[in-house]
C-alpha cells in the first residue's frame, strides 16, 4: 500500500526558511524520516512537494488509483485553496492534514483552513515529528 505525501509552497525551503518557526529540518530530512517510518509500517510512500496550486491539483489527481490516502502539507495554500479542496473531494481519497507550526497558535489568517473540512483530521504544532503521526493515523484510518 502506498501513501502519497504532498507539500506545497515554499517547503522546499525547509531548514533555512524561518527556522524559528519551521526547524532545521530540511525538506530531504522529512522525506527520508517518512520513508524510515513508512517501512516499519510495511507501506511505501509517494513523496512530492510543489510551489504551484495547479500542480499540487495534477498531483491530487493523480494519486487515485496509485495511492491509498494522501498526507497534505498544503502551505499556505491552506488558508486560501477552494480549488485544492474541491480537488480532494474530487478524488475521495482519505487526506491526513498536516503543519509543521502550530497554526491556530499563529496569525489569524492561518486559523482558517479550506483543507480541514474534506480531511479525515489534522496534525499540527509538531514539526517533522507530524508527518510520522500522520502516516501511523492514515495506516489506523484505512485499518491496514
Ligand atoms: C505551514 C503553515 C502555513 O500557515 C504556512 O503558510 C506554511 C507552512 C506549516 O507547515 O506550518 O507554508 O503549512
Redesign the pocket.
Known sequence: TSILILN????NLLGTRQPE??GATTLADVDALCRAHADTLGLTIGFEQSNHEGAMIDHIHAAKGNHAGIIL????Y??TSIALMDAISSVELPVVE????N?HA?EAY?HKSYIAPVAVGQI?GFGAQGYVLALDALKAHLAI
Open positions: 506545497g509552497p515554499n517547503l518557526v519551521y502539507n498544503a502551505g499556505a491552506t488558508h498536516v503543519h509543521l507550526s497554526i499563529r492561518r499540527c
